[in-house]
Each structure stands twice: as structure tokens, then as C-alpha cells.
């Protein structure tokens, strides 16, 4: 096992960051699969999610409810403060994350994991135009930011999200636990 206790997963809108995780989260049931809070209308699915009001995330920022927290898209996010807790404890825990996030979540978890989940234009486009949450507008926009740089200094690998998800969870999983000699 590694000496990281929090793996994050970052990259575009619709790259698939979701079903990474849940593969991820299949693979290593020892792995808690964290459930963010995210000021969206519980109706447009995706992942899995506590659907909360502009109002109430404010609420449960001033109580402490969060470790971390930002906003993307419009929309507030936040990591629940147990996430701290359990990894403080040893657990190992697993989130997606926004990129604009980093620099913040290493100041906090200090043995952080990051893969960085990337999709060719062509298949962002079209995922994105699937999925059907955002208007054209929206949808240049995310795909204008699909090539933000990450926060240097930080461990990063690499995955490729282009083809099945099976391979991708599997070079995931081959990042997170190399095979040693």
C-alpha cells in the first residue's frame, strides 16, 4: 500500500472522471469513495451527490461541515470534513476534484494522489453534447478550460480516457498500485 491516504481524481468535464472513480471504488472496496456536496439540482444526476442550496452550502461552511471547498462551473463544491478525519485515521479515500483545487487540497492533505483523467476534444465534445446538461455556449466553454495546467510540484499520473472504461480503470489502478519486482 502507499503512504498516500487521499487520491484525487481531476480533468475536464465529461472525461469520465466519475466512472473512474466508481471503478476504482469497485476494485478497492477498502477504498471510501467520497461523496461530495455540490450546489446542483439533484435531478441532473451524473455522480453521486448531496444536492444542496446556494444558502445552506454557506450554512454548512461556517459550521465546519468541509475540509475543502470551491467553486466551478457556477456551482459551489465542497469535501465533507470526515474526509480529514478518516484519513487522519489511516483510510485511504477517493474524490473527484476540481483543478482550480489543488494548490489548496496539497496544503491539506500533504500525501495527496492526483490522476488526471484527459480525453481527446473530439470525445469531450461529444460526452459533453450526450449528456445534456450544458447549452452549446457551456459546452465551448468546458472545452475551452479542458487544457488548464495543473498546479506544478504535485504527484501526478496520467490516464488516458479514450476508449473502454475498463482499460482505463485498469492503467488507474496500475498507477495507484505498481506491480514491484
Same mark, same amino acid.
Given at each position: 500500500m502507499s503512504n498516500w %491516504? =487521499? #487520491? !484525487? +481524481? !481531476? *480533468?475536464?468535464?465529461? &472525461?469520465?472522471?466519475?466512472? &473512474?472513480? @466508481? *471503478? +476504482?471504488?469497485?476494485?478497492?472496496?477498502? #477504498?471510501?469513495?467520497v461523496r461530495? !456536496? +455540490?450546489?446542483?439540482?439533484? /435531478?441532473?444526476?451524473?455522480?453521486?451527490?448531496? @444536492? &444542496?442550496?446556494? /444558502? /445552506?452550502?454557506? +450554512? %454548512? &461552511? /461556517? @459550521? *465546519?461541515?468541509?475540509c475543502l471547498t470551491w467553486q466551478a462551473h457556477g456551482l459551489l463544491y465542497g469535501i465533507p470534513a470526515d474526509v480529514l478525519t478518516d484519513v487522519g485515521l489511516g483510510a485511504t479515500c477517493i474524490a473527484n476534484l476540481s483543478r482550480s483545487a489543488l494548490t489548496q487540497a496539497v %496544503? #491539506?492533505?500533504?500525501?495527496? %494522489? !492526483? =490522476?488526471? #483523467?484527459t480525453a481527446s476534444p473530439s470525445v469531450l465534445a461529444s460526452r459533453l453534447t450526450k449528456r445534456g446538461r450544458e447549452s452549446e455556449g457551456e459546452i465551448k466553454r468546458r472545452l475551452a478550460q479542458a487544457e488548464k495546467p495543473l498546479t506544478d510540484g504535485i504527484d501526478v499520473a496520467e490516464i488516458r480516457n479514450d476508449g473502454l472504461l475498463t482499460e482505463t480503470v485498469a492503467m488507474a489502478l496500475a498507477a495507484l498500485y505498481p506491480v514491484r519486482a
Amino acid at each position: 500500500m502507499s503512504n498516500w %491516504r =487521499l #487520491i !484525487v +481524481i !481531476v *480533468g475536464p468535464s465529461a &472525461v469520465g472522471k466519475d466512472s &473512474v472513480l @466508481s *471503478g +476504482i471504488a469497485a476494485a478497492k472496496p477498502a #477504498i471510501r469513495l467520497v461523496r461530495r !456536496v +455540490i450546489t446542483r439540482a439533484p /435531478e441532473l444526476g451524473g455522480e453521486d451527490y448531496d @444536492s &444542496v442550496t446556494a /444558502e /445552506e452550502f454557506g +450554512i %454548512r &461552511v /461556517e @459550521s *465546519g461541515a468541509f475540509c475543502l471547498t470551491w467553486q466551478a462551473h457556477g456551482l459551489l463544491y465542497g469535501i465533507p470534513a470526515d474526509v480529514l478525519t478518516d484519513v487522519g485515521l489511516g483510510a485511504t479515500c477517493i474524490a473527484n476534484l476540481s483543478r482550480s483545487a489543488l494548490t489548496q487540497a496539497v %496544503r #491539506i492533505f500533504p500525501d495527496l %494522489r !492526483v =490522476l488526471n #483523467i484527459t480525453a481527446s476534444p473530439s470525445v469531450l465534445a461529444s460526452r459533453l453534447t450526450k449528456r445534456g446538461r450544458e447549452s452549446e455556449g457551456e459546452i465551448k466553454r468546458r472545452l475551452a478550460q479542458a487544457e488548464k495546467p495543473l498546479t506544478d510540484g504535485i504527484d501526478v499520473a496520467e490516464i488516458r480516457n479514450d476508449g473502454l472504461l475498463t482499460e482505463t480503470v485498469a492503467m488507474a489502478l496500475a498507477a495507484l498500485y505498481p506491480v514491484r519486482a
